[in-house]
């Protein structure tokens, strides 16, 4: 399990995004059913609670943390920007009183299951190689949450 290192894509705002594409050997369905429903989710990341709707907002805990040494983090509100099941989710997540991140997850259908294009704007003051870290250890956690495999360890990427 190695998520390759993240694209970089420069929006015409000027804005820096980074990209990632994962394939896993899995339906559409079952990975789309891994980023958006609370509990399978909360097998590698975290939990959400809510009604989830475009425009509107659920309560994401980050729990994954805890694999790493962290805390489980106290719940933020998470801005549902677009959705469109079994492919597209578009939302933003404050990271702090000053910036949040915008997340846009995208599953392709291949010949071999599914692609998860997962993409981060790099807001300021994030450094591309913190952020490319965590996401490479979250996007590993996925798959192993997938296919019942154990866990990666955060040393691996720190």
């Known amino acids: 399990m190695t998520a390759p290192p993240a694209e970089t894509r420069t929006d015409p705002d000027g804005t820096t995004t980074l990209v990632w594409r994962r394939p896993y050997p899995d ?18 990341i975290g939990t959400w609670t809510g009604e989830p709707r475009v425009g509107g907002t659920v309560a994401f805990t980050m729990t994954g943390e805890v694999d790493a040494g962290g805390e489980v983090a106290e719940p933020v509100d998470v801005r549902i920007l ?30 071999r299951g599914a692609v998860l294009v997962f993409a981060q704007r790099l807001a300021g003051g994030l450094r591309r ?3 490319e870290a965590g996401w490479r250890w979250y996007l590993d956690r996925l798959e192993a949450s997938l296919h019942g495999e154990p866990m990666p360890d955060w040393d691996a990427y720190a």
Do not use: F, K, N, Q
């Open 27 to 44: 339906p559409v369905e079952d990975v789309w059913a891994a980023i958006t429903d609370s509990e399978r989710l909360g097998r590698w």
């Open 82 to 111: 677009a959705c469109d099941p079994p492919h597209h989710l578009a939302v933003e997540m404050p990271e702090s009183d000053e910036r949040s991140w915008h997340l846009d997850l995208s599953v392709e259908p291949d010949d």
């Open 129 to 131: 190689e913190d952020v």
